[in-house]
């Protein structure tokens, strides 16, 4: 669940464990779950609160608690973004159509630790360009997450993610909303910018964990918050597309937290969806 970046500065870092890491692992198990549960039902005709509600169902399920329900007042369990919505879409009656894309964001908590992830989905209909623009996104992450490592500082994850939509490929970052720390808290210090310099930045040590997700739209970069103070759409009414990962900072390599290879088995069986490959050189050295 992306948040609005902001200019405080001087906040607390907390570094975990290998047993939190654990913990985390399990609510981000319980996430992805969730997501690929998600993606069996996905159909053209169905709505944002069936959906919603088959998952709050799911996660209690499992023993884990919704972690966007009631946060800040946020009224579900999921967050459900269709075409030029960005992110942090509220669930609602609307039927899904043919040619939709449909970002859900989900975010648990298990004994006490957070998982978060995101994944957007593309219905049959939905045209080339507008699937290159997920591949792409999708792609960004693994770009993202490829610097995440002990050494590396939060600006090389941004300008990695940045570079390869703004640069590489003729797509737009979204500057108001980051990615964030996670662990005992949903949103924890630092932030994680989808734009930025090498080099810049909190320097990664491991144990730090984090949410990567970039959001990145087809068109310009500008958005606007709906009267509803939670729904950001892009300002041009393009598509936008997020995915999103926990992960933990390690020596070597970022370690995944949550794991999409179960969304995807979903996908590979809903004949109403449509697969998606991150368009990234750095994903086949990726296992979720």
């Not at 910018?193 to 739209?217: C, D, F, W």
């Not at 598509?239 to 900072?249: D, G, L, N, R």
């Not at 179960?262 to 991150?278: D, F, R, T, V």
């Amino acid at each position: 669940m992306g948040f609005f970046s902001s200019i405080a500065q001087g906040k607390k870092v907390f570094y975990k464990t290998d047993e939190e890491i654990e913990l985390m692992r399990m609510a981000n198990l319980i996430v992805s779950k969730t997501l690929a549960h998600v993606a069996t039902l996905l159909r053209p005709g169905i709505s944002g609160k069936v959906l919603d509600r088959e998952a709050e169902t799911f996660i209690r399920d499992l023993g884990g608690r919704p972690a966007f329900k009631g946060y800040n007042g946020f009224p579900a369990s999921l967050c459900i973004s269709h075409n030029d919505i960005v992110v942090h879409g509220i669930p609602d009656d609307r039927p899904f159509e043919e040619d939709d894309i449909v970002s859900i964001d989900c975010g648990v908590e298990w004994q006490g630790y957070y998982g978060d992830a995101a994944f957007t989905f593309a219905f049959m209909g939905t045209p080339a360009p507008v699937m290159e623009l997920l591949e792409v996104t999708y792609g960004a992450l693994y770009q993202g997450i490829e610097q995440a490592v002990a050494g590396k500082r939060v600006g090389d994850i941004a300008f990695a993610i940045q570079h390869f939509c703004e640069r590489e490929h003729p797509y737009a970052v979204v500057r108001e909303l980051v990615g964030h720390g996670i662990g005992r808290s949903l949103h924890e210090e630092p932030e994680v910018p989808n734009y930025g310099k090498r080099g810049q930045g909190l320097l990664l040590q491991s144990g730090l964990t984090l949410a990567i997700e970039p959001m990145v739209n087809m068109g310009r970069r500008e958005v606007y918050q709906h009267e509803d103070g939670w729904t950001i759409h892009t300002r041009d009414g393009k598509p936008s597309a997020h995915y999103e990962h926990s992960i933990a900072v390690r020596k070597e390599r970022a370690e995944i937290l949550s794991d999409h290879s179960l969304i995807h088995e979903a996908i590979k069986n809903n004949p109403y969806l449509k697969k998606i490959s991150p368009k990234s050189k750095n994903f086949a050295a990726q296992k979720n």
